[in-house]
């Protein structure tokens, strides 16, 4: 019996290491925002697949100083490897939201609305495995 159980945790053991050696299908993804040339605190990054390309959104958001980390399914995983259409926008912590207009609308913001929009924003993304994805996205009005 005793032979079975140390048999079965050997097992156990050799299953889980080989779980934590697979290659992870994300890729660390960093940058930094700037607009009209200063950092952009408080934007959400948001890295969107290519229309009919296989992928899931990452998104993010900047510090004070306009830098970002992307997480796809958990905590600054990255995205996955691929091409991606960027999108950024205001950022509001949970509870920070400012009320939203009187009469229906969106919340006013500092980005001009084609860098909110997949289907206009000018921002590309190449995401690659083995090679350093830091981004700069300058976006001016």
Not at 33 to 56: C, M, S, W, Y
Not at 91 to 99: E, L, S, T, V
Request: hydrophobic share 30%; with cysteine; charged share 15%.
């Amino acid at each position: 019996m005793l032979k079975q159980i140390r048999h079965y945790f050997a097992y156990a053991f050799l299953s889980l290491s080989a779980i934590g050696c697979s290659q992870s299908d994300t890729v660390a993804v960093t940058g930094i925002v700037t607009l009209n040339g200063q950092p952009a605190g408080d934007a959400e990054v948001i890295f969107n697949p290519l229309p009919n390309k296989p992928g899931r959104i990452a998104t993010g958001h900047t510090d004070s100083a306009g830098h970002f980390s992307i997480e796809t399914a958990k905590p600054n995983d990255g995205a996955a490897p691929g091409d991606y259409v960027v999108t950024v926008g205001e950022y509001y912590p949970p509870g920070k939201a400012p009320p939203f207009p009187s009469g229906g609308g969106q919340l006013p913001s500092r980005f001009p609305p084609k860098y909110g929009d997949p289907s206009q924003s000018p921002l590309n993304a190449n995401v690659e495995r083995g090679k350093k994805n830091d981004f700069q996205f300058e976006i001016t009005k």
